[in-house]
């Protein structure tokens, strides 16, 4: 018989059980990834579906925060060449703003919208479940309110900002393209007209956001649509693009290496809390890294005393 095949035997007697748990794991593992497959498949025709029954385009782009400048001529300029079709609404936008959500909060962005959502054409919020006799003061949840996150109907929900807490009473809960789930880093939230005013009276100096909903044309793609627009709006407000050198791709691994230390250090080193603006944690943490903190690479020395030490040499 033949040797090799004498010594496989001889190994797979000897190590049946380690043999019998790999295979079995091999099957485990193949059904697994077949029911994954099936779920991938079944769901993703379905949320299509979703999609474009509830007319959420190809996507969206949202501008928070400070929306001067982005006027109706600024936005034809950037969506007209490119776009079949495209919707602009203005809300208010909480950005990484605390919520109830379980037995806890959840920090996240929250959409807050009037009524108008419910009959605006592209990303139109459907209602689920709503108790009709509430009649003011209310608010609509994203359904996942209702499914995981622990409310229901005649429930109060609270938002609380810049030390005002708005209380309303849950009406309904709702099913929309962006903004209904969390995993989306995003829910949208929908209240009656009037205390819709006065949110936006309050806040809109602060949180006023557009959102404009858009409808590619044929054979534009998503994503470079994106940075085109994105690239456009970045000189509105004062910011100017940091690029690598040419045929240098090194340079990435050093620009992810500094995202990779301001989020490491931000949150293990500072402890931040969220108390102040995200972009002034941010710039705080920039004037730290360039003025406080030694580098082991620059013998020990901040990059700013590096600089001031070596430039003269160099530029000499």
């Known amino acids: ?3 090799a095949l004498l010594l496989t035997k001889s190994n797979l007697r000897k190590n049946r059980g380690t043999s019998v748990g790999l295979f079995l794991l091999m099957v ?21 579906r979703e999609a474009v029954r509830l007319n959420g385009g190809d996507g969206y782009i949202s501008i928070a925060g400070n929306v001067e400048g982005f006027t109706d001529e600024k936005i034809a300029e950037l969506f007209d060449e ?17 919520i109830a959500f379980g037995n806890g909060e959840v920090v996240i962005s929250v959409d807050i919208c009037d009524d108008a959502a419910f009959t605006r054409p592209m990303n139109t919020f459907e209602v689920i479940t709503e ?8 608010v609509y949840l994203p359904y996942q309110f ?23 009473k849950v009406r309904g809960f709702t099913n929309v393209v ?15 007209n009037d205390s819709y005013e006065e949110l936006w009276n309050d806040t ?44 240098t791709p090194t340079d990435n691994a050093a620009m992810e290496a500094i995202n990779g230390w301001i989020k490491a250090e931000m949150f293990m080193d500072l402890h931040i809390t969220g108390e102040k603006p995200v972009k002034q944690e ?35």
């Open 178 to 192: 962006y903004g209904g789930c969390n995993n989306t880093a995003l829910f949208a939230l929908v209240v009656d």
């Open 282 to 316: 941010v710039d705080d943490y920039i004037t730290f890294f360039n003025e406080q903190r030694p580098a082991y690479s620059l013998n020990y020395l901040t990059p700013k005393q590096y600089r001031e030490f070596f430039l003269p040499i160099i530029t000499v």
């Open 146 to 168: 209702y499914t995981s996150g622990g409310f229901n109907t005649g429930d109060t929900f609270e938002i609380t900002n810049s030390g005002k807490t708005y209380s309303y």
């Open 1 to 3: 018989m033949n040797k």
């Open 131 to 138: 108790d009709t006799s509430i009649t003011e003061d209310y």
């Open 204 to 247: 809109h100096e602060e949180y006023e956001n557009i959102n404009v909903i858009f409808d590619l044309k044929d054979g534009v793609k998503n994503g470079k649509f994106r940075i085109k627009a994105f690239n456009e709006l970045l000189p509105m407000y004062g910011i100017t693009r940091s690029m690598s050198r040419a045929g």
């Open 82 to 98: 490119d776009t079949d079709s495209y919707y602009v609404y203005h809300d208010l936008k909480l950005t990484n703003h605390p």
């Open 28 to 48: 485990i593992a193949t059904c697994l990834i077949g029911i994954s497959l099936l779920i991938f498949m079944d769901c993703y025709p379905s949320v299509s």
